[in-house]
């Protein structure tokens, strides 16, 4: 069972480059999510969506953008990567908008 | 966004020791989750608790969602060296829709 699939699994990166963080999962849950978790603040909310064609900002949604053209792929775009955007990031899914989240393991983004 | 207190931070404990961890918020929950994190994962769900009251078992593992419906509880029992990650607690309020807000996490270690 692969659940959540999240790629890449790290990456190293310049300012101001453009980079895409991959989630698919195959639990055809309609709701998907991005997280980002930073040392001492726990896992803060960047964008959800509750169904495909659907998306809505979180906690701390600036510098981020995703789209959901399917059920399956969730990614998350970083326009312009900043340093303060530094983190582990993590896909979740949920088979309803109200039901407990599954994550995948994470990708961990270095912004130099 | 929603505060949510958890503690303690960490603790170093001694294997076969029983566990006792909370997580208390600022407004009224009306779900409460339980997740476990090893490094280089992802969470992983370990209890969901929907009712104010509401005491759930998961092996060595019991929740509880606190009467006031600010508070919850997660307790070990019999603690074990693989019960050594971090423990996350996530709440859910019908006042910021279905967004789940999640504690900064209690870091557990036990000493074999």
């Known amino acids: 069972i692969a659940g959540i699939t999240q790629a890449p699994t790290s990456q190293i990166l310049a300012a101001g480059r453009r980079m895409t963080l991959r989630c698919t999962q195959d639990?055809?849950?309609?709701?998907m999510y991005w997280y980002r978790q930073d040392l001492g603040l726990g896992l803060r909310l960047i964008h959800y969506?509750?169904?495909?064609?659907?998306?809505g900002k979180g906690e701390v949604p600036d510098g981020y953008s995703v789209s959901r053209a399917n059920t399956d792929d969730f990614p998350l775009t970083l326009a312009s990567a900043v340093p303060s955007q530094t983190s582990v990031y993590f896909c979740?899914?949920?088979?309803?908008?109200?039901?407990?989240?599954?994550f995948g393991d994470g990708t961990r983004l270095s912004i130099l | 966004g929603q505060q949510l207190n958890q503690s303690p931070q960490s603790m170093f404990i001694q294997e076969g020791e029983d566990v006792s961890m909370n997580c208390t918020s600022s407004?009224?929950?009306?779900?409460w989750l339980w997740y476990k994190q090893d490094p280089g994962e992802g969470p992983v769900l370990l209890i969901a608790?929907?009712?104010?009251?509401e005491l759930t078992s998961n092996g060595r593992l019991t929740a509880q969602f606190g009467i006031t419906r600010k508070d919850s509880f997660l307790n070990i029992s019999a603690s074990i060296p693989s019960d050594v990650g971090i423990y996350f607690c996530?709440?859910?309020?019908?006042?910021?829709?279905?967004?789940?807000?999640f504690g900064t996490g209690t870091s557990l270690t036990v000493i074999p």
């Open positions: 407004s009224i929950f009306n779900t």
């Open positions: 979740a899914s949920s088979h309803g908008s109200n039901q407990p989240q599954h």
């Open positions: 996530a709440g859910r309020t019908i006042n910021t829709g279905n967004q789940f807000y």
């Open positions: 639990m055809r849950h309609n709701a």
């Open positions: 969506s509750n169904t495909a064609g659907t998306t």
């Open positions: 608790l929907y009712k104010a009251g």
